[in-house]
């Protein structure tokens, strides 16, 4: 099983980049998929979780009106992050889960599979 996130580089504050993160081995049938990121000195934390079943997304307030993630209907799910600013900078990873959004927001130990990652830059 793979996770493949792609789409993370160097940007501007304001500019927007979209990620991606694709299955191999497995379908996303049937999980939720999440975005985590991972800053520097900071724990890993969640930025949004799509509920596959239902379509629906939940995102972290810090993002909240700026990202937004969906499934692309190609066994994909991205992360569009607009008006991206300095503290955005991280690592972001995907990582699919069993248990319901509520949970996955709460804590990274309900994640089965992550992905290896992708690095956003964000410059003033």
């Known amino acids: 099983v793979q996770l493949v996130e792609s789409g993370g580089g160097e940007v501007r504050a304001g500019e927007s980049l979209r990620l991606s993160c694709a299955p191999s081995g497995i379908s996303l049938a049937g999980w939720n998929v999440a975005w985590f990121r991972e800053g520097p000195g900071r724990d890993r934390q969640a930025v949004s979780c799509?509920?596959?079943?239902?379509?629906?997304a939940t995102v972290a307030d810090a993002v909240k009106g700026r990202f937004s993630s969906s499934s692309d209907g190609r066994g994909a799910v991205s992360l569009q992050m607009n008006d991206l600013r300095v503290e955005d900078t991280a690592d972001y990873y995907c990582?699919?889960?069993?248990?319901?959004?509520?949970?996955?927001?709460?804590?990274?130990?309900?994640?089965?599979?992550w992905g290896r990652g992708t690095p956003v830059t964000v410059s003033s």
């Open positions: 990582g699919i889960s069993p248990s319901q959004c509520v949970v996955v927001m709460a804590t990274s130990r309900s994640i089965f599979y």
């Open positions: 799509v509920a596959l079943g239902d379509g629906t």
